[in-house]
């Protein structure tokens, strides 16, 4: 029986785990970076990033919220978005917080050297091979350490802002936006990252009483304070400083308070910024460590990044993971590019939590939040939009790196994870749904008002009994809309054969076709008009009639496909291809009132010209509608359901009885007549065309080409393929 998590932090003890893990690189190194970028708007970036912050830290309230258990990041984003994306976001998390880590070491180490007179590189890659050591062995942060390293940094950064707030200079806020808009939302980019530690308490939702309450103001409140901590600050900074000299220094708040504290200022502010960065490069270490540990237990990483050491309790091949990319982080990488990339994947991992919000909100998943973000969805998609926005002004190191690992990522994912996992996320049934709904918006639309005339292409090698199930079917397919037929039989002649009287004059076989044409509108009841035409291109010719008389469908026979119609075509693939109406091609065998219907699908939504067809002969013979769907091994409730809700919803649109059966390996029983979507695109039907190269299954089947204006769009189409 697995022992509960004891709820016993209240809103301090959230607010000092939040702000704790703010607090650090975010004002002791990047103001230095960001003023050489900005200038003094570096003032106004460090608020707009705390702003920019605010979608992110409402969303991840509420989930907090909803599922009020010991996780990360990483558990939100994979369950919401689905393993692609939470491969992507574990993989920039786990990055993002191991530049972190570095960023502390590389930038806290200065501050220990205005006391002791050593090198900086080693001496940093020292300090993380001591943490990394620390983390293996199992020892970490006691929580009284912790709110004091808190308490000895808002004590010195505060008697810092008091005590230099008198000595500020308003000359050194000249030129204040001197670098542009370009300067400020690149100086808000790279300080980013400092606001990376405010959904920190997440992670310990599990252990937070009245999580309703206390995670929102915690998370809130302790953004709120810190922004205007972080701005007071930095105002003052570049207030009590010469313009330029900060800039660029490993050390600017220590710079700044020698020159308005004296010595005892510095000591005090190098005591909590080493306390901070070390305390911050800590945790770093610890909370990346567990990324690679949970993407392990949840398939997406090797099974070996999970193991547990017996003699330690830690996850040791984790944590050395970790470790190394940490050690050449601080090796080889410059501060400001590791501060850009941390910044960048923070950045990146912010905006699938607003989507995964999203994600949850419109799936089908169990979610029941205790706290409600306020203006969804448009705080979420605000979010996520000046998330992407924002990187693109943080220049190519940032936009490379953040490229660079979310590509790897997802080769890791169709390399690795795919053959391992089969699970979706809340997104998936959401996008699924509306693509559903939009569907069933347009099978609501697809028949107007309007005369509906049909054009029946016949050929010369038509015979009386296939000729009379076109018709038959063509007067299926008109007579609910009190429509008519057009019956046209085109004959093709040389070219070299000029169109003279002697070619064009009426036959005894073209009397014949219009006498069989007037006896089959008086036996069908429907109004068939009877036409003939010569001419050297029966395409062209199909497509000009089409074209000219206005009709809403060509209905013509296909003959099976065989090798040669799947690589260079054949002349009814060029009608499909050119027609200004919808088109239907029939593997004919033989039409006679059919009574049961199968309108076949791939899994996805049906074709809603398909739906319209099918609806209307099963109508027009007073039959039934069976919606046909393969069995897919392994699919997950939701997916199940959905697709229950989307068939539910298009049978109450027709006026026939409809059934779902499932695809049978040996077929099942034999129709009267089979419905079926074309390819919405020539080279999938070419290639991944599954019509049989024998008409099948035993009956005659409509295959439904929609006009370009009727077909769904590249985007429609793909949302459709990974969704269904």
Not at 299 to 304: H, N, R, T, V
Request: aromatic share 6%; charged share 15%; proline share 6%.
């Amino acid at each position: 029986m697995t022992k509960d998590l004891e709820r016993d932090l209240g809103l301090p003890s959230v607010l000092a785990i939040s702000v704790g893990a703010m607090i650090g690189s975010g004002i002791f190194i990047l103001p230095a970076l960001a003023l050489g970028i900005a200038g003094p708007a570096v003032i106004v970036a460090y608020g707009l990033a705390g702003l920019l912050v605010v979608p992110a830290a409402l969303s991840k309230s509420e989930m907090a919220t909803a599922m009020p258990e010991a996780g990360g990041t990483y558990i939100y984003i994979e369950r919401g978005m689905g393993p692609l994306l939470g491969t992507v976001a574990g993989v920039g998390t786990w990055f993002s917080l191991s530049f972190k880590g570095a960023l502390a070491l590389v930038g806290g180490v200065p501050y220990l050297l205005l006391l002791f007179d050593l090198p900086l590189k080693p001496v940093a890659l020292g300090l993380a091979a001591v943490l990394i050591l620390v983390n293996v062995a199992g020892a970490k942060q006691t929580g009284r350490l912790q709110v004091g390293i808190v308490v000895v940094m808002l004590a010195a950064l505060g008697w810092f802002a008091a005590g230099s707030a008198p000595s500020v200079d308003s000359t050194n806020y000249a030129a204040f936006f001197a670098d542009g808009i370009g300067g400020l939302l690149a100086a808000t980019g790279l300080v980013f990252v400092s606001y990376a530690g405010v959904t920190k308490v997440a992670s310990v939702a599990e252990e937070v009483e009245d999580p309703g309450r206390n995670i929102p103001l915690g998370i809130l409140g302790s953004l709120a304070f810190t922004s205007l901590l972080y701005v007071a600050i930095v105002a003052v900074l570049v207030g009590v400083t010469d313009p330029g000299s900060v800039a660029g220094s490993l050390t600017p708040v220590a710079v700044a308070a020698e020159a308005t504290l004296g010595r005892a200022g510095v000591v005090a502010v190098i005591l909590a910024a080493i306390l901070a960065l070390i305390s911050t490069a800590n945790a770093g270490i610890l909370s990346s460590s567990r990324y690679p540990l949970a993407m392990s237990r949840d398939k997406l990483a090797p099974p070996s990044l999970a193991s547990v050491s017996d003699r330690f309790g830690t996850p040791v091949a984790s944590i050395t993971l970790t470790g190394a990319v940490l050690l050449i982080l601080i090796a080889f990488v410059p501060i400001l590019d590791i501060a850009k990339l941390a910044s960048a994947f923070q950045i990146m991992v912010f905006a699938l939590i607003n989507l995964a919000l999203i994600a949850f909100r419109e799936g089908n998943a169990a979610y029941e939040p205790e706290f409600t973000s306020p203006l969804y969805p448009w705080t979420q998609i605000f979010g996520a939009i000046t998330g992407v926005l924002l990187l693109t002004q943080m220049g190519t190191t940032a936009l490379f790196g953040a490229v660079v690992i979310t590509a790897g990522s997802v080769l890791w994912y169709f390399a690795y994870v795919r053959p391992r996992v089969d699970r979706e996320g809340a997104a998936t049934d959401a996008i699924r749904r509306q693509v559903g709904r939009e569907t069933i918006t347009e099978v609501a639309s697809a028949r107007d008002d309007s005369t509906h005339e049909v054009l029946v292409a016949l050929t010369r090698g038509t015979d009386e009994e296939r000729e009379r199930s076109l018709l038959a079917f063509a007067a299926d397919l008109v007579r609910g809309d009190d429509g008519r037929v057009v019956a046209v039989q085109f004959q093709e002649v040389p070219d070299q054969a000029p169109l003279t009287q002697d070619v064009t004059d009426q036959s005894s076989s073209d009397r014949s076709f219009e006498a069989r044409t007037t006896a089959h509108s008086e036996e069908l009841g429907v109004a068939i008009e009877a036409d003939e035409i010569v001419s050297h291109d029966t395409k062209h010719a199909i497509i000009n009639f089409a074209d000219r008389r206005g009709v809403k469908t060509i209905i013509a026979e296909h003959e099976p496909l065989r090798l040669r119609s799947r690589i260079v075509g054949d002349p009814i693939d060029w009608v499909v291809r050119h027609a200004p109406c919808d088109v239907l091609l029939v593997d004919n065998l033989g039409y006679d009132s059919p009574q049961q219907v199968v309108l076949s699908g791939q899994g996805g939504p049906y074709s809603p010209a398909a739906v319209d067809v099918a609806g209307a002969v099963a109508a027009a013979n007073t039959g039934s509608l069976a919606l046909r769907y393969p069995i897919e091994a392994g699919e997950s409730g939701p997916h199940v359901t959905t697709i229950d809700d989307y068939r539910t919803e298009l049978a109450e649109l027709l006026s026939v009885p409809v059934t779902a059966e499932p695809s049978r390996p040996d077929g099942g029983h034999t129709p009267d007549l089979v419905v079926r979507r074309g390819a919405d695109d020539r080279l999938r039907d070419v290639v991944f065309d599954d019509r049989p190269l024998v008409p099948s299954p035993g009956c005659t089947t409509i295959t439904v080409y929609p006009h370009e204006s009727r077909q769904r769009g590249f985007i429609h189409r793909l949302l459709e393929r990974l969704t269904f």
